[in-house]
């Protein structure tokens, strides 16, 4: 697990040994549930082991309204309706002077849900076997029901079955490596927990966070413990939206192109652009007097 630990930090994550022993399970086979806050770094873990893994990273990015042939297959109904208008005179010779039930069955040949007409979608593609990938499904939460309930099969086994084709099942050796976020707006089912190891990430502390700011960003140390305090502020803060480790990182890269000279307040003021993302967020920050 410190291996792990030591790889993550290598690709600018920040573990601990709860981490490295969820996402060394991840590894081994079993889909991992990651909750914690807004901003904590769930969705930087599966990308962090991606990196460090040297796998390709799928990202399904859940939302209201997601349906199923978005994720997991579709059928190109575009080229079926080609295929017919192309092949429409061949077959009109071929049928002539044939009966009923010769006429259907030289029809029946063709096989227009076959895999030449199937569309791969991310969650599909991801076990089709042809390489191993990372699969991050993000924010699981916002998805419906509907859509949660046909994720369990691919949790379970690996596989998808697709009516009038039949099951897709990955082969061992290339099942991917499953990383599921979710920010707790609503439960999610205790069928798709089952299937599931669990990780909780908590808030940084102002000490993780000035080493991961230095880690990322390689700016100077007093920059870097600056932001770090204003964080810590700034959690404390009633904010409609909390600023993730990434805005903070990116805040911190730029106040480090800084001359001292130019860190006055007026200038940080106008720096929270870059970490207050509506009106009333950034009157808290100014009237909280961070700097």
């Known amino acids: 697990m410190l291996e792990i630990g030591n790889k993550l ?3 600018g994550y920040l573990s601990n040994s709860y981490i490295n022993f969820a996402v060394m399970s991840a590894i081994n086979g079993v889909p991992l549930l990651v909750e914690g806050d807004p901003g904590v770094g769930k969705t930087s873990l599966a ?11 799928m990202r399904v990015q859940f939302y209201d309204g997601l349906s ?11 080229k079926q309706l080609l295929t017919i ?3 429409q005179g061949t077959i009109k010779e071929s049928l002539a002077g044939k009966d009923l039930q ?7 040949k063709i096989n227009f849900y076959g895999r030449d007409f199937l569309i791969e979608r991310p969650i599909l593609k991801a076990i089709s076997g042809k390489k191993r990938y990372v699969l991050l499904l993000d924010e699981v939460e916002k998805a419906s029901e509907e859509i949660e309930y046909t994720l369990l099969e691919v949790l379970e086994n690996f596989s998808i079955s697709i009516p009038q084709y ?3 099942t990955c082969p061992e050796e290339m099942r991917p490596i499953v990383f599921l976020t979710s920010n707790r707006y609503r439960d999610l089912s205790q069928a798709l927990k089952r299937r599931c190891n669990y990780l909780y990430i908590k808030q940084k ?3 993780e966070l000035k080493e991961i700011l230095q880690m990322q960003s390689s700016i100077d140390p007093k920059i870097a413990e600056s932001v770090a305090n204003c964080a810590k502020q700034i959690r404390s803060l009633p904010l409609k939206q909390q600023p993730s480790i990434s805005e903070l990182s990116e805040w911190a890269k730029y106040l480090s192109t800084l001359n001292s000279d130019e860190l006055e307040e007026e200038t940080l003021k106008a720096s929270l652009c870059m970490i207050a993302k509506n009106k009333e967020d950034r009157q808290t920050m100014e009237n909280a007097k961070l700097f």
């Open 9 to 11: 930090r290598e690709n």
């Open 47 to 57: 990308y962090a082991t991606a990196k460090m893994l040297d796998l390709e990273l």
């Open 68 to 78: 199923y042939d978005k994720i997991l297959y579709d059928y190109d109904y575009q």
């Open 85 to 87: 208008q192309a092949i």
């Open 102 to 108: 010769e006429s259907l069955d030289a029809a029946g």
């Open 166 to 168: 039949g099951t897709v």
């Open 205 to 207: 502390t102002a000490e």
